[in-house]
């Protein structure tokens, strides 16, 4: 599959704490992205870094790309209630002609 | 809200049967996509236009068709139904439909054979 892996799959935390999620892709990559999907409705862009970029940060949100293990990872800083929702990595592929979504962590924070 | 817009919300059908969904893309985006989300697949991409010509494909089924109009709205038709086609339809948009530009999101038709 030409699909990210995000990992873990379900994450649980305390308001306040801090929330990482990693993602993990098979081929080059051009760029990669991370979206928001509430529940039951449509994915919201957050941010999206370059292969030539290692770290990028928006808000309280920060995004590290280590391209030499096909690995990215979201760091969700000081979480709020409403940051519950799934997170997805979308890999621009080499060769390819469309995003490449992950497979989601869904996270929960309890207020 | 993303300017996106799908409709309808939710679809109820039958097996066998046929159904078209609709989008409008954000305003001024030329490019429109469109994705299937089930549980067991995640977000698969169908099929991408651009300015109203097919751009690139996906794991579209050949029971399904896309097209996308002058006024760049465009239509997903979903035919000869079955059980499994059951699932989340969005459509997303871009201004230009350059690889790796990011895409806005309608709220999704959610779809259900029985």
């Known amino acids: 599959s030409q699909q990210g892996e995000e990992d873990p799959q379900a994450l649980s935390i305390q308001e306040g704490e801090n929330a990482t999620m990693n993602c993990s892709y098979k081929?080059?990559?051009?760029?990669l992205q991370w979206y928001r999907q509430n529940s039951g409705r449509g994915l919201v862009h957050l941010i999206l870094i370059r292969s030539n970029e290692r770290e990028k940060h928006s808000g309280r949100l920060r995004v590290t790309l280590d391209t030499s293990k096909k690995s990215s990872s979201l760091l969700i800083t000081a979480s709020r209630a409403a940051d519950t929702a799934s997170y997805f990595c979308?890999?621009?592929?080499?060769?390819?002609?469309?995003?490449?979504f992950g497979t989601g962590t869904r996270l929960t924070v309890i207020p | 809200d993303s300017g996106v817009t799908q409709t309808p919300k939710h679809l109820i059908t039958a097996t066998g049967q046929r159904v078209t969904l609709r989008c409008s893309p954000r305003?001024?985006?030329?490019?429109v996509y469109w994705y299937q989300q089930s549980l067991d697949q995640g977000l698969q991409f169908l099929i991408q236009y651009y300015n109203g010509e097919e751009r690139a494909k996906g794991n579209i089924l050949e029971r399904f068709s896309a097209q996308q109009f002058p006024d760049l709205h465009s239509e997903l038709n979903l035919s000869s139904l079955e059980l499994g086609d059951s699932a989340l339809y969005f459509c997303?948009?871009?201004?230009?439909?350059?690889?790796?530009?990011?895409?806005?999101f309608g709220s999704g038709t959610q779809l259900s054979v029985l």
């Open positions: 979308a890999t621009d592929q080499t060769g390819a002609n469309n995003l490449f």
């Open positions: 081929t080059s990559i051009n760029n």
């Open positions: 305003s001024g985006d030329l490019s």
């Open positions: 997303a948009s871009s201004a230009t439909g350059a690889r790796g530009e990011k895409l806005f």
